[in-house]
Structures are given as structure tokens and as C-alpha cells.
């Protein structure tokens, strides 16, 4: 059994973990987003491959949702007192890893080369592989103007509705080395409780990706990242009741149309009617186990 | 009243910031060596300039000499679980500097201008200038191989005996923007307690710095490193010994033919016979009010 999940991070990182607790050592691929890449203090940082990592290593600070556990801030904190950025945070822990990949980046090594070596550096038994090598960028269009994704969501802290999403560089990406592999050897394939358009969009956006989802020979499920008609965190809601004109898991069924065999949806979102299936759950993942229990119902529904 | 010192880290850092108590705001312009300077992980250190910026801004660790108070080693340690280099010890505030420098570096600025940005940004009544905005490297020529300075210095905790010092690029290197002007309006010149051959010998490696102390119209006085005949940290008296045949008052001397005129040595060393004036001093800087003693009998003896 082989299983393939498109995930961005939060959210999306703790059901990759739920995946790699309850499937075999190897069976696991994840494609994550880079479209929240950005380049910080002359760093590249990939946030999304970063939970992932994080998550899938057991170093992801579980109550803040991103970055290490035991964190400290004083690189970050100096450079800002230099006069350097300091409007995106990164720890000093979280550094490391940016530093190492930076340079490995700058050397001329592909993105996907650098983070297996990571993922076999943390002896992770899933393999981590970004949606493509290209550069990728999300823009949020909002009534205040065109913004990179950082600079919204952080900078701005997500305050702009949004009315489109732009993905520069999507049409001229090809797939990271292994991802079309990967989803043609599947047994089906996943997709992260992740936001559709800011972190499962960018990924999508990757044409051949896209194709080899509209063309799979497996079924494609999905979990809803809506708990109650709720995001979780961050501002999904209120981008789909602008976009979609609504938050109920057929309003999350149409950001992925012709992609999708089911979707799981929690069970505060049921009863509902949606144009695919719909698998009702527990999805929130308040611990460990509880991803582990989600991930279980989701390999469920996608082998049925 | 207007003074250059030619620097290097540790001693010098410490016997600059005396300098700068003893002086008033804007009297001082510290040259620093820059033939330490490293690229680690992908980032561009200059450990004297920084010891130099860290020791005036009171920011330098006391206890340890180097580096900077409070520090933690988070990233570099997180560094070397992800598989990067981690043989040179950088602290997590010290890489926001590191970060900040890096980047402006990258963008095309030259040292010299960062340098005084940083400068600036930490309020210094001083200037400091780096002695080249030009590559140059310390090299170590010993029995077991020639190896760049910090690969010698840290790597191989300077282990290996020296026979030869190359300083690689100063035939080629221009003096920073300021430096010659500095030198040529100065009072008189000072040589930090510094070691002749890794911290002083790069500067004046530089043809025009050379020249401009050798045409001098002003003193040039130096403290020299030694305390009776010991270096008070590192190899320098091993270097003299090999290098020079001795570790006297006139060996330190015979390092900077023909540029000094007065050499300021510690009671412990004294009596001794030089080719130039000695002038007796206590020149352990045990505490910031003993260096900055040192810095008034050293003015003193430069304005004689």
C-alpha cells in the first residue's frame, strides 16, 4: 500500500502525522505547498515542507501550530536591532534548518533533493517532497491592493478579504522529481484538511499535477479543514463565504471540482449534501491519537 | 584630538573600548582585520570587526572574550542535526548580525558601509573601519599543510606550528573608504595589543596602510601582547619564538620594522633593550577601568 497526501502545514502537518502513525515506515509520501515560500534575511524559508517536517520529526511545537518546540527568539531579536527584517518570525532553532537549506539552495541543489536529505537526516520514515523545484508564489488580490502570501498573512495579518488568488510562476512549473511517480503508484489519494486556496491551490496549480489528479485510476479524498462551518485557524471561513458564497462541505467540494471522490467533513458539518461523498468523522485533532483515529477513517474511505 | 588604532580582536577589542572611555566621542577610528574573516553557512563573519563592535557597544562577553553576553547556541546546534557545519561557534544573537551583514553584503554593499551602519545602529561614539572592503585571507603555512586562518585557528585548534603567514589578496587590496583620510589626520597612530602576525600583519599587508605608516609624520605606538614573554591568550608567543627567535620586547618590535616608534610593555617584561622608545605600563586589562588606564598611559605616550 502506498498513499500520496497533498498538505500545506498546519492542519495539514498534524494529519500527515496522524497518516505516519497509522500507516508502515515507507508507505507515506507527502507533497507539500511552496507557494508560502519567502525569502527572510537573504534565507529561504519554505514554512509549509517545514511543518511538515517539523510535525513528521516530533519537533513541532504543538501549541503554537508551527515551529519547534523550546524555541528561543534572540537571532531574530538582534538582527531586528542591526536594523534587519524582523517582521516574519523565526526562531533560533528554526534558523538551523533555514541556514542549512539556504546554502545548500545557493549551491545549486533542487529543493526536493535538500529536503529528503533532511527528512533522512530526522530518519522519517515518510517521504516529504515540495509540489515543484520552480518558483511558486501565492498572491492574495484584495480590495487593498496585490500581496505576496507573506506579507498578507503576516505582515498584514490576514486582515484584507480576498478576492482572488493568484499563483505566479504555477504555469510554467513542472513537478518536483517524484511526485507524478508517486501518484501513479498510489493507492489513492489524499488531501490535507488544509486551506484550498493558500495551501492545497498552489499545489494544484502545478498543471501536471492537476492533470494526474483529474486523470487518477484511484479515488482522491479529502478532509474537510471546516469544523462547524469554522476554519479551524486562520481566515478560510471568510475566504470561502467571499469565493465559494458559502461554508458548508459543498462550497469545499467546489474549490477542487472534477478532483474529488469524497470528502471527510466533521460531524458538526453533517447532515449535508455534496456532489461527491461524504464521510463523517471526528476532525479535530486535539492530540496524537486523535489524528492517528482521522487518518484511520480517511484510509478507510479512500481503500473502500 | 583624533586617533587611529589598528586592531584585531580579543585584546584589541578590549583595549579599543579603553581607548574609547578615555577619549571623547569621535576621537577614535579603530581599523579592523579583516584576514579572519569567514563564510560560514553561507553566511559572511568578520569575527574582529565584530569582537571590535560588540567590545565598544558593551555587548561582548566579558568571562569568555569573545562573542556576546547572554548568549544560547540554538541554531547552530539545530545546524548540525540537519547535517550543516558546525565547527564554528556562532551564538544565536551573534548570527543576527551575522544574518543582517550577510544580506546587505549580498546586495552589493561593501563592509566598510555596513560596518559603519552597524556601527551606527548600536549608537558607538566611535568609528570603525574595516581595513579592506577588498577579499584578503590569513593563510597558515606550517609542516602539516597551508591552511586558511580559522581552519587552522579553530578547526585545528592551532595546533600546527607556523612557519609562514600568507596574507592572501592584500597585494591586489585598496585601503576601506576613510582609512587613508583617518590616517592621514590622526594625532598619532596606536597598534592594539593584538597579535603582529594574524590580527596586525593582515592590515598592514595592505600596501597603502603600510605606506601610510611608514611615511608617517605623527608617533606610532604599540602595545605590545606579550606578559612576561607570555601571549595572554593564543599562539603568539610559540609564533614569535618559531618566527622570530624570541618572545622579548624586541622580537615584537621586529614584527613592524621601521613603523614604530614607541613600544608599550608590561612591568613583567621590563627591563629590556629595543631599537625603539619602551614605555612601562600594567598592560593586563583585567577589568574595563585597568584597560582604559592602559588606553590614557598609551595616549600619553603617543602624544609625547
Known sequence: MKFVLLSGGGG???????????LEPGELTVVGNVGDDVEVLGMHVSPDLDSLLYALAGLLDEERGWGRAGETWNALSAAGAWGGEDWFRLGDLDLGLHLVRTRALREGRA????TAELAEQAGLPTRILPATDDRLRTHLVTPAGTFPFQEWFVGRAHRDEVDDVVYEGAEAASAAPGVLEALRETTAILLAPSNPYLSLGPILAVRAIREALASRHVRCVAVSPLVGGRAVTGPLDRMLLRMAGGTTPAHVVSCHEGLLDALVIDETDAPAEAPVELVVASTLMRDREAARRLAERVLEAACA
Open 111 to 114: 529543493l526536493s533533493e535538500v
Open 12 to 22: 495539514g502537518a498534524r494529519f500527515a502525522r496522524g497518516l505516519q502513525d497509522a
